[in-house]
């Protein structure tokens, strides 16, 4: 920890070197120098019940720096770079998706997603007039609730965009987003796409209790998915809150390279239905949600690749990728939440399959239940330092390919610091 602290205090004097070597030149190139970092250190252990793998236990450790500052001493115009790195120390009681670490048995070790790797995370820079936002380079994009775009923030390899995007919001209560996402990488060991997606977004806020989200993405050579979303928030006592959301999937619009030959017609819905509450600390919600699949081989189930999967479904991460007969998650939460006393969460899901799937003895749509638990808490007397306790058990149904017990287990903590 001191290492890395003292890593970010070199940088600052570094920039700030450069910045007054230009000021004496009578350019000042940076100003405002902020250094942003994270430490987090997480052990995690699947079985995934697969008699041809070994349980595995990986110890990683995440490392993010980030440097922003004001450029050329013009209003408005900044710059931020940035570099992630996951270190696993040499244990290798584990897989990830590059690699096939073995026992002396000769089994694989079951999957964790964490490779070691590095790379830079951001490089950017974002020019603000007014209520006008142009930003181009590599940065982390999150839009909503990250079920469609996301940066996959629970592994410790995250994923960064390229991008080019302008963000409005000078009509009052609506923002307004146009991207240009010419690649993206992280989360996979070594991933880099090369992309020629476009993401389009608007928000307008009618009061606390109704916002409308409307949005188009079109990402090449996959589908282009749109799709309308209502929350709000109410408060009766209780705080209530809910989301209705509905979208659809049709054939890409937008291309690169040589189109990828389709595997059948992207016609394919989603539906989110969630309402929550939170009573003097006590939270508790429903939530029911469907992504469509098809039974046949001229339609695609509907798919969201560039989502931070890990957030929905179960943390177990079965459905990562959705199957064939399509997914319906009827899922109910319950849990507690208070100043120093942290966060604890249950989270029940029952799977099924939108159409009937192949079984062992004929066909069906089970498709297992889980339950997920989590304790999350800062950790008194150091400061900006948090831990966890996190725990999935994916009980398998009767579809093939889904009947396997998963059980998942974190330890972790997490440190962030700034030198402002």
Do not use: C
Request: glycine residues 10%; hydrophobic residues 40%.
């Amino acid at each position: 920890m001191k290492k890395i602290t003292m890593s970010a205090v070199a940088l600052t004097a570094i920039m700030g070197s450069f910045s007054s070597v230009s000021a004496a030149d009578g350019i000042n190139i940076l100003d405002d120098i902020n250094v942003k970092g994270q430490i987090r250190p997480r052990y995690e252990a699947v079985d995934d019940g697969n008699t041809a793998t070994e349980n595995a236990s990986a110890f990683t450790a995440r490392t993010k720096l980030n440097a922003s500052a004001k450029l050329f001493g013009m209003d408005g115009l900044t710059t931020n770079v940035g570099i992630i790195t996951v270190n696993n120390f040499g244990y290798h009681e584990y897989n990830w998706n590059a690699s096939n670490y073995t026992t002396d048995s000769g089994k694989r070790y079951s999957t964790v997603m964490d490779p070691q790797f590095a790379m830079i995370s951001n490089a950017e820079i974002n020019y603000k007039a007014g209520k006008t936002l142009l930003h181009a380079g590599r940065g982390q994009v999150n839009l909503d609730n990250q079920r469609f775009i996301g940066t996959v923030g629970w592994r410790q390899l995250e994923r960064s965009y390229d991008t080019v995007f302008l963000a409005n919001n000078s009509v009052k209560n609506l923002s307004v987003l146009v991207a240009w996402v010419y690649g993206y990488q992280g989360v996979v060991e070594g991933e880099t796409v090369d992309t020629n997606s476009v993401l389009l977004h608007a928000a307008y806020k009618v009061s606390d209790a109704l916002n409308i989200t409307v949005y188009d993405y079109m990402l090449a050579n996959i589908h282009d998915t749109m799709g309308i979303a209502l929350t709000g928030k109410v408060n009766m006592g209780a705080k209530l809150s809910y989301r209705l959301e509905y979208a659809a999937q049709g054939d890409a619009t937008m291309e690169k390279g040589v189109q990828t030959p389709a595997t059948g017609k992207a016609s394919a819905s989603y539906m989110n239905i969630d309402v929550g509450a939170n009573f003097s600390g006590v939270i508790a919600g429903v939530n029911y949600e469907l992504l469509s699949g098809t039974d046949n081989a001229s339609d695609t189930a509907f798919t969201t690749p560039l989502a931070t999967g890990h957030k929905f479904n179960g943390w177990a991460d079965k459905f990562l990728g959705t199957p064939t007969g399509g997914l319906q998650d009827m899922n109910l939460r319950v849990g507690y939440k208070a100043k120093g006393f942290g966060k604890v969460l249950a989270v029940y899901h029952q799977f099924t399959a939108d159409k009937t799937m192949a079984t062992a003895t004929g066909t069906g749509d089970d498709l297992g239940t889980e339950l997920d638990l989590l304790y999350a808490n800062k950790v008194p007397g150091f400061n900006g330092l948090s831990g966890l306790v996190k725990y999935a058990a994916y009980s398998g149904g009767t579809v093939v390919g889904y009947t396997n017990d998963v059980s998942k287990l974190w330890l972790g903590l997490d440190y962030k610091f700034s030198t402002k």
